[in-house]
């Protein structure tokens, strides 16, 4: 079911940037899509309920691991497919949009790295901006995964964090605050929360850390939907925000709580193995295939043809790049932590 939640919070993007986002098409999207155009210009949350998945699923990768490990998995997980989306995309906006001199070879370079942001380098592709707080969210977490995961300590981390991310939520941009994160930091944590009470059972202490996730986010969440105008050029009320959240939270309880065990659709593998590349792939690579049908076709149909290329070339580079990628990485860290031991006294 997380699977088919997370290819579900990646279409959400995708409708969003291809849909509600201005620049994708060549008039205003409002009056092309006056029937979907509302509820894309709500799929930004799809991040949200990224962050919410990521918590639960790394919590639930880690446990029972030693550090290495979770570091080896985090990164045969992230590059493969990362590092292939930067060259492709920077490939499509220089060749068919002409950006070379914004995206020089050092630009491209650094963003290899996945580090550009605090390096104060531009985004390749503006979705990369989740990449670096999900690293923070790892690096976090990879303390926790040193010290060793129990329950006792995965709830006082959690707790920890939340206190922390209240104290430095008004400290500017200093390094406490860039490292704990509390625009984004409540979603991880009731991620995490969600897990134990998978594993261990629910518990009041659990229902208050959720609801204080929950009630916590709303003051960022809003700041982030007062700039969405800027974006689509529309406004658009706050109330869905709220309700949205609160299903993306109510879903992720039910399957917290086994009660959506019982989905175990054959095509759900599939679909977790999509969401990675095309969230990678689908802003600027996609807004170019709308250009191209767009003086052919009618609105709806681009639209499909844009979604329908954009999942099948995620699943090609899955294929062909992500596992592949993945084996050879595997493979060469194994004998790097293998030096690493044996030249340790």
């Known amino acids: 079911m997380v699977d088919g939640l997370r290819l579900l919070a990646a279409l959400a993007v995708v409708l969003y940037h291809f849909v509600a986002r201005e620049g994708a098409w060549s008039s205003d999207a409002k009056a ?15 991040v949200q309920l990224f962050f919410l998945i990521s918590g639960f699923v790394i919590c ?15 990164v045969v997980r992230l590059f493969p497919a990362y590092w292939f989306a930067v060259l492709a995309t920077a490939a499509v906006l220089i060749v068919f949009r002409g950006d070379g001199d914004r995206l020089s070879w050092r630009t491209v370079l ?8 605090p390096l104060g380098v531009e985004h390749v592709d503006g979705v990369y901006w989740t990449l670096f707080a999900e690293m923070r969210f790892y690096l976090l977490f990879a303390a926790l995964a040193w010290w060793g995961l129990t329950y006792r300590r995965v ?11 209240a104290v430095f939520a008004n400290y500017g941009d200093s390094p406490a605050r860039l490292l704990v994160m509390p625009d984004y930091s409540w979603y991880f944590i009731a991620g995490i929360a969600f897990y134990l009470m998978h594993r ?14 929950f009630g916590a986010c709303l003051p960022f969440v809003h700041s982030s939907w007062t700039r969405i105008p800027r974006y689509i050029g529309h406004g658009v009320p706050f109330w869905p925000v709220v309700l949205i959240l609160a299903v993306c939270f109510a879903v992720m309880a039910l399957i917290a709580t086994g009660k959506l065990s019982w989905i175990q659709w054959r095509w759900l593998p599939y679909a977790g193995a999509l969401t990675y590349p095309l969230y990678l792939l689908h802003q600027d690579i996609g807004r170019k295939v709308i250009g191209f049908l767009e003086p052919h076709l009618p609105p709806y149909a681009v639209l499909a043809g844009a979604v329908v290329v954009m999942l099948v070339a995620a699943w090609l580079v899955h294929r062909w790049v992500e596992r592949p990628g993945a084996r050879w990485l595997k493979r060469g860290m ?3 932590a293998g030096q690493v031991r044996a030249a340790t006294p």
Request: with cysteine.
């Open 32 to 46: 092309l899509f006056p029937d979907s155009f509302s509820l894309a210009a709500y799929g930004w949350l799809g």
């Open 60 to 74: 639930m990768s880690c446990w029972g691991r030693s550090l290495g490990d979770f570091f080896t998995s985090r």
């Open 110 to 117: 650094t963003n290899l790295t996945m580090l550009h942001e």
């Open 155 to 165: 709830l006082t981390f959690c707790w920890v964090w939340v206190v922390a991310s």
């Open 200 to 213: 261990f059972g629910p518990s009041l202490l659990l229902t208050g850390l959720v609801l204080v996730c």
């Open 334 to 336: 194994a004998r790097a």
